[in-house]
């Protein structure tokens, strides 16, 4: 999945919730079909399915077998999304630990060939940014990567509720690389995706704790001035 397709997704995801929320599409009433919806907003079947799935999660839309797609509700309270937007890059992190540490376990035991060529895509991207020193490619490589690592569970509510929250991580770790970007000689990345190839659930709980433990230590500098 490329950078610009998940850009997109976005873009869709907060068109149609604004639409939502404005009454264009009241509650009870029903989407226009996808060929509609594609031809509108100018973006592919895959771009729409994966909006409409994120926004039945937050509960703004029904997905009925057979019949269509209805407008739920309303949501008084803001979305999902937004509320992680707003979160502290703390609570971020808070977030991402108890995320990770499942993803990777699962994604060991159920990756496929195909979950492990998207994953050597991303991460050569990272690397290969990294090396040029141009660090906003690598964060978006490295928020991918872990997009990617989340499909490969195989459990598409996990995968959807990550990439959600994969906007907020991806601003919160904007914060952290401002103080400290990762280094051109960590290879934490790689060995994740080495122990996930292999199947190491253990080991790749490991590295993510490995991983996780360096954000931290950026995050205790900042919080105290050091």
Known sequence: MSIKHQRLV???????????????????????????????????????REAIRALAHEGLLEVRQGDGTYVRTVTT??????????????????????????????????????????????LTARTTALEDGDVTVA????????????????????????????????????????VASPSRADHSHADLVAAIEAGDAERAVAVTRQILAHHEATIYRSINGE
């Open 77 to 122: 309270t803001e979305p999902l999304a937004v509320r992680l937007r707003q979160a502290r890059v703390q609570e971020v992190h808070e977030v991402r630990r108890a995320l990770e540490l499942e993803i990777v376990a699962l994604a060991a035991s159920r990756r496929s060939d195909h979950d492990l060529e998207i994953m050597r895509q991303w």
């Open 139 to 178: 964060l978006e490589a490295d928020i991918e990567l872990h997009c990617a690592i989340a499909r490969a569970t195989q459990n598409e509510m996990l995968s959807d509720l990550y990439r959600i929250f994969a906007v907020t991580l991806r601003d919160a770790l904007g914060v952290l690389w401002d």
């Open 10 to 48: 976005e873009q869709v995801i907060d068109h149609l919730r604004q639409q939502i929320q404005t009454k264009v599409y009241p509650v009870g009433s029903r989407l226009p079909p996808e060929p509609q919806l594609m031809a509108q907003l100018g973006v592919g079947r895959s771009t729409i």
